[in-house]
Nanobody, 123 residues
Framework: QVQLVESGGGLVQPGGSLRLSCAAS????????IGWFRQAPGKEREGVSC????????YYKDSVKGRFTISRDNAKNTVYLQMNSLKPEDTAVYYC????????????????WGQGTQVTVSS
């Protein structure tokens, strides 16, 4: 019943854009901090961005600052990650996760995870 489902991934050329969506069912995102993570083969999972429950604290990994934008729409029970100026090094499986707390935390504290969506940046 409790699910997070990512969508919006795909193949894009360098410099292109994608918008990822994370839709929740079985619970309400209003009371969760939401994070986006990514993992490439042979590499550790890394935090990309997160947004606090109250919207006022937003984090971006240094390498995506100025290119990615996180947002949430509680009425739609959905969180988004707008990704612009994509680079080949952004290629990874992207996951959204929910943490029942005011603020974001390390990945091990997130209670719910989506199945991931593949983002491939290549010419």
């Amino acid at each position: 019943q409790v699910q997070l489902v990512e969508s919006g991934g795909g193949l894009v050329q360098p410099g292109g854009s994608l918008r990822l969506s994370c839709a929740a069912s079985g619970f309400t995102l209003d009371y969760y901090a939401i994070g986006w993570f990514r993992q490439a083969p042979g590499k550790e999972r890394e935090g990309v961005s997160c947004i606090s429950m109250t919207y006022d604290v937003i984090y971006y990994k240094d390498s995506v600052k100025g290119r990615f934008t996180i947002s949430r729409d509680n009425a739609k029970n959905t969180v988004y990650l707008q990704m612009n100026s994509l680079k080949p090094e952004d290629t990874a499986v992207y996951y959204c996760a929910a943490h029942q707390a005011l603020y974001c935390s390390t990945y091990d504290r997130y209670e719910y995870w989506g199945q991931g969506t593949q983002v491939t940046v290549s010419s």
